[in-house]
């Protein structure tokens, strides 16, 4: 059996779970079952040889639809598309598990969408956050001391939510090291977030040299995976990391001000939705339809967050505003 | 370390469709083809403009200045008043309500005495009438000289009467004479023109000015690269096409010459419209899907012509609002992207007479303090 390697982007996960994951991962590569089956390779290699060489190839070209051309599908992954299909057919009819291509469950193709409900709850997401930004503009005056920083914080977000949704509409080696490399920068541009409220406000310095020292890290990261090795496991471990420091900050400091602010409960149920949801990453099922995988449904499940996360950031840039005009010194 | 990064940035398959590269674009039997080093060029050429542009501000703009009758209104300057001087220069030209009581105090003039101050202030800063005549005067020169050089260039090729030929025989097109001028000259003129910008007179659609320049420069020396020329050329044109008419109106509009400024206006408004910018469009991204597979370097340049005519549709829509502005029935004309003159009351008393509540009358005296660029 194909260990499920579950292609997590955005990941925060508790710590044993993570082991578990660790150790899953270590096995699996991007070559799944089903793509190593004979049948599978066979059939490819005779499309291609009929369709894709000469005339038919230009045929195919010509007639292809713009839409699936603008998003690089050629006449190859149509091959292995359909063969897909036939694979997954012969493994049902034989009474055998639905298998993985290439690190993936198979999905049905929707116009050029090639994971229609991931790609769909990446936007929606994208969406959320958005509209949350331009009601954080609109409610938050520009003197609000963090108000430049969770404004950097928002397009360091809607970035991330754009590549993964183009990463779930067409799988190309660079869309996927975009979604990886961006996700990354979300958490950690939110560890610098945290570090701007709790320590940065009163001794600016400290979440300087905390930024620069993120930067680093994050230079580090992507030239790794880059130039050395873009290692599964490794990228794993890192986010799960960086998620744990993200989220123990956010909740200790949160917990530490439960009497002082009354709007803390909405930070400490963001950080516990969004690593609860996380878990959803770990029911790995073929998916339902062939649409709804446990991906797309973590997706869709974190969309309503995004509204509480952003409440909670207005709140507390309206609180600190109001501080500072009182003269009350910021905790 | 550093090679393998320079491998995977200028790879094959990121800036070529599917069967081509870098090898494909080498000098063969006599024929020449871009080459990243002819890029260099555009320094000196750059150079050569910033001087030339001085000497023509000197000698051509002035004296036409002059003969068309640019002439700066009077504008009244602020009296000398060292506390808010300082607060000026140093904090802001700006300044916030509080700021404005705790001045208020401080000079013992009246707020509203002190918003007027900052006001006029603010007003002797703004760049005269003059400068921004030499300033367009240069950009129509130029692109005047560089539209009907270019049309001259290319009105004899075969794909200026079909788009679709500029893919012809990809990527091997041979580089001609012509083409390497007109790409140097027009870079060297960005290049110049974003050199300039922290002299030049600033805007209101300052950042979408920048973000032009640094498309536009971006375009032109990739597609130079990965011999995109012809279709360089043609869009190079295009953009020209309407220029000239805009900074022709602009100096007219400068010199206050209102019903020429509004006829070429208008004659602009049509042509910015009307340039074939979806034909370009057309034959860049939608045209190469029935041939190529897509690549890297196809969303790359795709993505800045649609950065480029995001922008273009900004700039319709501001000149739109100025058209409708100075159709029949409203007689004002100014510069939408010109940052307003803020208008003036007649009153004169400034921060040493005693405070007294007067009410302010703005009618007559607006009329004679029409915001004008």
Redesign the interface.
Known sequence: MASAFPRCTSVRLPMSVAVILLLMSVTAVQSSQGDKEPVYRDCVKLCVRTNCTGARLLGFESSQPHYMALTGWTCRDDCRYQCMWTTVGLYQAEGYRVPQFHGKWPFVRILCFEEPASALASLLNGLACLLMMLRYRSTVPRQSPMYHTINAFSLVSLNAWLWSTVFHTRDTFLTEKMDYFCATAVILYSIYLCCVRTLGLRRPGVSSMVGALLILAFTSHVSYLTFIRFDYGYNMAANVSIGMVNMLWWFCWCWQNRRTLPYWWKCGLVVLLLHGLALLELLDFPPLLWILDAHAVWHLSTIPVHFLFYSFLIDDSLYLLNTEKLGVKVE | ?LS??NE?IWADWIWFP?GYGWDDLKDHDGKVFPKTRDLWAVLPVALCFIIIRQIFEQTIALPLATLLGVRDKHRVCASPNPVLESHFCSKSKHPTQGSIESLSKQTGCSVRQVQRWFRRRRNEDRPSKLKKFQEASWRFTFYLLAFFAGLAVLVNKPWFHDVKLVWENFPKMPLLTSQYWYYMIELGFYVSLIFSVASDVKRKDFKEQIVHHVATILLISFSWLVNYIRAGTLIMLVHDASDYLMESAKMFNYAGWKKTCNFIFTVFAAVFIITPWMMIIYATG?YP???Y??F?GFYFFNGLLVVLLILHIFWTGLILRMVIKFLPGNGIVEDERSDKEETESDDEDDCSKPKNGHVQNGHSVLHNHKKRD
């Open positions: 370390m393998r990064l995977l599917d939608v899907l029935s041939l597979p897509t890297f």
